[in-house]
């Protein structure tokens, strides 16, 4: 019965589709994907299109926005390089030894996913500050990290750190035992192991954890303002320099680096891609 | 599980400066900085703690922020199901192309994700004007404010359900629909009790973002005091005003709000590990 009423109501519909519901579902999906994400996204490239080229390239390239690209981009850069080399170790200890609170201290490892943005900043900043717990142990040395360039770089490691240590643990905790003895037994050393085994092995997930890391850090925001000072063509990251332009009524201004953030960002996706694709690759040839 | 005991490991020596290293950098970057926003919101002792807590600002800040909470949870639910059903459950061209869309918000700016919308609502934007004269206010007001938590939460419940329900097949709905079940019967005595833990995995780190979204909602939010600032950006006015134990105070609620989700999430994770997408791949 049901199945006359189906060819009744949509005669088009494919008789060896056992499943109802693609419709509606995939209806909805898209109905909602393109009201809320894709045709806002695309007021963005619609408004710097209708900016003309000289225009985009006037605001959106200016010196200021140079030095904020650079500090957004180089920080996240050095930030994904530490989170990469850290990560690694955590990931490494986490994965391999026993410790009293290891599993606690795994699951706490995914704070700076769960901490909003908001508090991670004004606590770092609190932290850094010269009178704080570590700035003040900083101070005598001469070292300045609140208010300056390297606390942007402190709230981009920790805003990082999940990604790399979550996607090299479980390729850590899948690699063959076997592979290391048959090293060992070669007369392998230890560190010879880890460079010509375990790194290869770990690479495409550890590069895909620093790109994560970088792309998450180069589009931070709430976590860096606080800490960063935000002097202008100094420790002024580019999402900053957008909110500054709104509140200017510099729409152009705003659209036009944003544009340029988000192609970066378009770029970055990508890539990820490609390296999760490589790292698959990798993970059938063996 | 603890780790299973390997042949091959390093000298005792390298595994201690190993571990050290690790708790080291673990202790700098995440216990210092949560044990600095209770130390901080405490400093006072305990009742300015609790004067913070419970003055007008910051009710109307957690009503707002429940209220956006609500509304966009429920709705990625809501997406989150439909889009899961449609991508893990049948084949088509593209589908790649979608879940590669889907996962769009989480690679973009939280800044940018504002600005879209005030690029599209705002004032100067394509349809400011229309709805000013008709009085309808987005920008600067409530409505901006759930819609961007909406954007920057939309991918959490699909990307939990995919590889979830992709990895269960449709041998169970199709027996279902054989035996004479309709769908949404099928769906709701098959599929979701086969997923109902990895839906409220996702549901539970979408509610995370949507209480403690920041950057967008700064955009769009105009930070009028007590109308259109959620906890977050309450947290940001009473820092910038050098409250600052009124500042921690109200973000030690966050701060709350992060651990139980933590320990929500890892429960979840070690007694229903099998029932989970996120560790089988």
Redesign the interface.
């Known amino acids: 019965m049901?199945g006359a009423r189906v060819a009744l109501w949509r005669p088009w519909a494919r008789r060896r589709e056992?499943?109802?519901?693609?419709g509606?579902?995939?209806g909805?999906?898209l109905a909602?994907?393109c009201l809320?994400?894709?045709?806002?996204?695309s007021?963005?490239f619609a408004?710097s299109a209708g900016m003309g080229w000289e225009r985009f390239v006037a605001v959106g390239f200016e010196p200021r926005v140079m030095a904020a690209y650079r500090l957004s981009f180089g920080g996240a850069l050095l930030a994904a390089a530490i989170n990469g080399l850290?990560g690694l170790?955590?990931a490494?200890?986490?994965?391999?030894?026993?410790?009293p609170g290891?599993?606690m201290?795994d699951?706490?490892?995914?704070?700076?996913?769960?901490?909003?943005?908001?508090?991670?900043g004004?606590?770092?900043t609190?932290?850094y500050a010269p009178t704080?717990?570590?700035g003040g142990l900083l101070e005598p040395w001469g070292i300045k990290v609140a208010y300056t360039p390297v606390g942007v770089v402190v709230a981009m490691?920790?805003i990082g750190?999940p990604f790399v240590v979550r996607t090299v643990e479980?390729v850590l905790e899948e690699l063959d035992?076997e592979l290391?003895?048959a090293a060992?037994s070669l007369g392998a050393s230890?560190w010879q192991?880890v460079r010509m085994v375990i790194v290869p092995a770990i690479l495409p997930a550890l590069t895909t954890g620093m790109a994560l890391a970088f792309?998450r850090g180069?589009?931070?925001?709430?976590s860096v303002i606080?800490i960063a000072g935000n002097l202008p063509g100094i420790s002024e990251i580019a999402?900053?320099l957008?909110?500054t332009r709104?509140e200017q009524?510099d729409?152009a201004g705003?659209?036009a680096i944003?544009t340029v953030?988000?192609v970066l960002?378009?770029v970055?996706?990508l890539l990820i891609?490609l390296l999760q694709r490589w790292r698959a690759a990798r993970h059938t040839a063996d | 599980m603890p780790p299973h005991r390997r042949p091959v490991t390093e000298p005792r020596w390298m595994r201690v400066t190993l571990c050290l290293l690790a708790l080291g950098f673990l202790t700098l970057f995440l216990a210092l900085p949560l044990a600095a926003v209770l130390g901080q919101a405490l400093a006072r002792g305990v009742e300015p703690f609790a004067a913070a807590l419970v003055t007008p600002d910051t009710m109307a800040a957690i009503r707002l922020t429940l209220l956006t909470a609500a509304i966009a949870v429920p709705l990625n639910l809501v997406f989150g199901l439909a889009a899961a059903w449609a991508i893990a459950k049948f084949r088509f061209p593209l589908r790649g192309l979608l879940v590669t869309l889907i996962d769009l918000p989480f690679s973009v700016s939280p800044v940018v994700s504002g600005l879209i919308y005030v690029l599209m609502f705002g004032l100067q934007g394509w349809l400011g004007p229309t709805l000013a004269a008709h009085g309808i206010k987005i920008i600067f007001a409530v409505p901006g404010i759930v819609l961007a938590t909406i954007f920057v939460t939309l991918p959490f419940v699909a990307r939990e359900l995919i590889p979830l329900m992709e990895a269960q097949g449709r041998e169970e709905e199709e027996a279902a629909i054989v035996l004479g079940a309709g769908g949404w019967r099928t769906f709701l005595l098959v599929t979701l009790p086969n997923i109902k833990w990895g839906l409220l995995y996702g549901v539970l780190l979408c509610n995370a973002r949507a209480m403690g979204e920041f950057g967008a909602v700064s955009v769009v939010s105009g930070h009028i005091r007590g109308m259109t600032t959620t906890i977050p950006l309450h947290v940001e006015i009473l820092y910038n005003e050098y409250d600052f134990v009124g500042a921690f105070a109200v973000a030690s609620l966050l701060a709350l709000l992060a651990l139980v989700t933590l320990a929500a999430k890892t429960f979840l994770e070690w007694v229903h590990r099998d029932e989970l997408a996120a560790h089988t791949r």
């Open positions: 049901s056992a499943l109802p519901g693609f509606l579902a995939m909805l999906t909602i994907l809320v994400v894709l045709i806002p996204l007021a963005v408004m850290a170790v955590v490494w200890v986490l994965v391999r030894y026993d410790f290891r599993r201290i699951a706490m490892v995914d704070l700076p996913f769960a901490l909003p943005t908001a508090v991670a004004i606590a770092l609190t932290l704080g717990w570590l490691v920790f750190l479980p035992d290391e003895e060992e230890r192991t792309a180069v589009g931070e925001y709430g606080f999402p900053l957008i909110v709104l009524y729409t705003a659209t944003a953030m988000l960002s378009f970055l996706l891609n």
